[in-house]
């Protein structure tokens, strides 16, 4: 019953507040904008893709695993609690931070600052206290994916239904699969050796996110260039030539 009257009540939140959803600006100011955006929606729907499915099956396999360690069930919902605590105001905080522009400077620090805390709960999980280690691994974790939508927001490639179907719907639909793929796997060699290597794909998010970072770096060094010629070599001494 909750689930159903839940997303009547959010509509009728929305509609008092008179909040207006995003949608996609065909003026031509914002065709030229798009086109001349730094990274098309498949680069950052690759960046989010290795987070995303580490992050699913964490949340996944993490109650299974504190309860073969002795926990009661309750314990592993309390844990994946404190992740969403954690995703709450990392989220928040982060988006604040970012909100000059600098999303992308933004995943990678998360990603990054992610693997320790998690590393560390790793080798103290078996410590009940280990479970504040979860709230700055969510706080971070899941900060990358409102960061990551606003990147796709101003994509190039499809339009704008399409990229925030695939940032959001298409992550975790593509996480799932992925889980359902480890269950032999966590079957044979155990729930903790899965647990044990899902820091690797904060780490290639955070490796294309550079690689993307550096990208835009070029493009803007690219467009400074192209607007102002006293920064091209000779161009005053050209210009003049050709004037003259």
Excluded at 48 to 60: D, H, N, T
Excluded at 133 to 145: H, K, S, W
Aim: aromatic fraction near 12%; proline fraction near 4%.
């Amino acid at each position: 019953l909750a689930l159903i009257l839940f997303p009547i009540l959010l509509w009728l939140i929305f509609k008092r507040l008179k909040t207006q959803l995003a949608v996609e600006d065909n003026s031509s100011t914002t065709t030229v904008q798009e086109k001349s955006s730094k990274h098309s929606i498949w680069s950052i729907y690759a960046m989010l893709l290795p987070a995303g499915i580490a992050s699913a099956v964490m949340m996944s396999l993490l109650p299974s695993r504190l309860h073969e360690l002795g926990y009661v069930l309750t314990y592993g919902g309390l844990a994946n609690m404190m992740i969403g605590i954690g995703a709450v105001a990392g989220s928040l905080i982060l988006s604040y931070l970012a909100s000059n522009g600098r999303e992308l400077f933004y995943v990678i620090i998360a990603a990054l600052i992610t693997i320790p805390f998690f590393l560390l709960y790793l080798f103290w999980m078996e410590q009940a206290a280990a479970i504040c280690l979860l709230l700055p691994y969510g706080f971070f974790a899941m900060a990358l994916f409102p960061l990551i939508v606003s990147l796709a927001r101003h994509a190039r490639g499809v339009n704008l239904g399409f990229r925030m179907g695939l940032i959001c719907g298409g992550t975790w639909g593509a996480a799932h699969i992925v889980l359902m793929g480890l269950s032999p796997i966590a079957e044979k060699f155990g729930i903790q050796t899965i647990l044990n290597f899902i820091w690797i794909g904060y780490l290639i998010s955070a490796l294309i996110g550079i690689m993307l970072y550096r990208k835009s770096l070029r493009f803007s060094i690219m467009a400074d260039e192209d607007e102002i010629p006293s920064t091209r070599p000779n161009a005053c001494f050209t210009d003049t030539m050709i004037a003259e």
